[in-house]
Nanobody, 120 residues
Framework: QVQLVESGGGLVQAGGSLRLSCSAS????????MAWYRQAPGKQRDLVAI???????NYADSVKGRFTISRDNAKNTVYLQMNSLKPEDTGVYYC??????????????WGQGTQVTVSS
């Protein structure tokens, strides 16, 4: 199995920046996609950004121009650079990995989440 370790969350004032990291480790696997989701209290978990193995990216409209997702395939790590943060960016950010195991079976794994709080 594959484990995801997230880091980089914290408290920041509006207009500030944070950089989230998510590293996958464990059995040999090949990345299909890595993504970041966000869940605010009382709301559903929504996609923030996603990146494919080949580097194609997509973003939620609310974060375009402010957030950047990137990855290092060799290290099985995905990053989310968050700039010009707004209070509405507050929530728990979850890393999601879709991958192929050595058996060729497709899996999805989730990190435990990291809290991001943006104050006014």
């Amino acid at each position: 199995q594959v484990q995801l370790v997230e880091s980089g969350g914290g408290l920041v004032q509006a207009g500030g920046s944070l950089r989230l990291s998510c590293s996958a480790s464990g059995s040999t696997f090949s990345i299909i996609t890595m993504a970041w989701y966000r869940q605010a209290p009382g709301k559903q978990r929504d996609l923030v950004a996603i990146i494919t193995r080949g580097g194609s990216t997509n973003y939620a409209d609310s974060v375009k121009g402010r957030f950047t997702i990137s990855r290092d395939n060799a290290k099985n790590t995905v990053y989310l650079q968050m700039n010009s943060l707004k209070p509405e960016d507050t929530g728990v950010y979850y890393c999601e990995l879709k991958y192929l195991a050595r058996s060729a079976r497709e899996y999805n794994n989730w990190g435990q989440g990291t809290q991001v709080t943006v104050s006014s």
